[in-house]
Structure formats: structure tokens, C-alpha cells
């Protein structure tokens, strides 16, 4: 880990971002929980809070909860239920989604967000069979290999002017290696080439340098 990119994320955080601070304690008490430490950065997270606001989202899927911290970050930027405030969180593991669901009524945001244990390709078929309002915004985050499958099923749920964002999806540059081996780089490239071939989208990828180290996110814009 870069320590100027953890000073300036410090810097930019502290100036900009003290809401940051009530979140800190998903970290603390996921790691404390056992949980890996791979949850987006604050800043990060602020990134999509704003992205969030800016498209007026109220309805949002997010894919790979953890301990709830991108989660918390989503569902704080979102209207109260009562204005049609949601999101629902996709997760494999009982014991994660389980600390996620402690930390988001701590946060008191348990009225706004619904975690669905299982495999989230499972369970993307079965929010998709019950043919629901469309999302706004959708957080792709958790295994790597399983990227493209997530897109495919998100793109139909997602209502034109909607986004669907993609993290990890850079890996310190490994992203490029067109012979890589490695699972998630091939999820990684995958998606690339689907989203490449999908004209109902419009995408970038901006790098991201910080205190998670060297790595990024796909934004797709579903067109209008
Ligand atoms: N979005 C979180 C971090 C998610 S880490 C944050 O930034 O705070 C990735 C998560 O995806 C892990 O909790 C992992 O258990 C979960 N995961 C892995 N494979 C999965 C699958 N097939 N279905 C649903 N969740 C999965
Ligand atoms: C890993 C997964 C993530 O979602 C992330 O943001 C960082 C690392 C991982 O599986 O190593
Ligand atoms: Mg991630």
C-alpha cells in the first residue's frame, strides 16, 4: 500500500467527508467479527453515496454485502422508505450477512435495507421473477469470476438513466495481462468484453489510487 495514496485519501476525507466517521465502526467491528478487510475506502464509498444522490436513486442492488459498509454508504443516500427508499444486498455467506444486518440496524438503516442470503446468482433470478420496480443503481462487488453473470441479470432491473458499477476491476493494472490466469482478472476481461458488445450501455472505467491500494470501478450509464 502506497502511504502518500493513504495521506491524501486521509487528507481529503477529514476535509471533506466527516460523515465518513460514523460508518468507521462497520469496519472496526467487522474486523473484529473476522470479517476480510476488503470493503471500499471511504472515499469510495462517498463516491457512491453521491452518485446515488446525483441520479435520485431510491430503489438500489447491491451485490456482495460483507459487513454493510458500501451497503450503510448507499442506503444513507437514499430517501426514507416512506419516499420509496430500498436496497436490497446480495450475500453468500450467513456469517457475514448476519454482521451486516447487526450493523445496519445499529445505524439504524434496517428499515431501508433487505439482506438476502445465498448465492447472488440465485437470488438475482429470484428478485428478477418477481418482476420488480426497476433499480436505479446497481453495486456489483463480490466474486470476481461471476462479474459478467451479474451484469447480465442487473441490466434488465436496471430503468434507463440507471447506473451499474463494477469495483475491482483493475487489480494494480493486472486487469491488462490478455494471457492471465488468475480467476478474477478472466471475470474482470469478461465483463469488459460484454459490456464492450452491449448496446444498452455506455461505460468508462476510472482507475482508483488510495488507502485500498491501486485498483477501480466500471460504471455503465443504461441508456435512455
Ligand atoms: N461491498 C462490500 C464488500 C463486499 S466483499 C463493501 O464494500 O463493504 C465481497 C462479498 O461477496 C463477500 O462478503 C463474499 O462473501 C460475497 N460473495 C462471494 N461470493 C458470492 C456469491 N456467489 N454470492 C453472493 N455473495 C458472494
Ligand atoms: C477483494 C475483493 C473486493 O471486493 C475488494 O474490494 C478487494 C479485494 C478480494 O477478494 O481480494
Ligand atoms: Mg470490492
Do not use: C
Request: no cysteine; aromatic share 6%.
Amino acid at each position: 500500500m502506497n502511504e502518500t495514496w493513504s495521506g491524501v485519501d486521509a487528507y481529503f476525507n477529514g476535509a471533506l467527508a466527516p460523515e465518513a466517521r460514523d460508518l468507521e465502526f462497520i469496519l472496526e467491528a467487522s474486523a473484529a467479527a473476522g470479517l476480510p478487510a476488503i470493503s471500499v475506502s471511504p472515499a469510495q464509498g462517498k463516491l457512491l453515496a453521491l452518485l446515488a444522490r446525483a441520479i435520485g436513486a431510491r430503489r438500489v442492488l447491491e451485490v456482495g454485502t460483507l459487513g454493510g459498509y458500501s451497503a450503510a454508504w448507499l442506503a444513507r443516500a437514499l430517501p426514507p422508505p416512506t419516499a420509496g427508499g430500498t436496497l436490497i444486498t446480495l450475500e453468500l455467506d450467513k456469517h457475514h450477512a448476519e454482521a451486516a444486518r447487526a450493523h445496519l440496524a445499529h445505524l439504524r438503516l434496517d428499515d431501508r435495507v433487505e439482506v438476502i442470503v445465498g448465492s447472488a446468482i440465485d437470488s438475482l433470478a429470484a428478485i428478477a421473477s418477481e418482476k420488480p420496480e426497476p433499480f436505479d443503481l446497481v453495486f456489483i462487488d463480490a466474486d470476481k469470476p461471476s462479474n459478467a453473470d451479474y451484469f447480465a441479470r442487473a441490466l434488465p432491473m436496471t430503468r434507463p438513466g440507471g447506473i451499474i458499477i463494477v469495483d475491482n476491476v483493475v487489480r494494480e493494472g493486472a486487469v491488462v495481462d490478455a494471457s492471465s490466469k488468475d480467476p478474477g482478472v478472466l471475470g474482470v476481461r469478461r465483463l469488459v468484453d460484454a459490456v464492450a458488445r452491449e448496446k444498452r450501455v455506455s461505460a468508462t472505467v476510472v482507475q482508483t489510487v488510495g488507502s485500498k491500494g491501486y485498483d477501480g470501478f466500471l460504471l455503465a450509464y443504461v441508456n435512455g
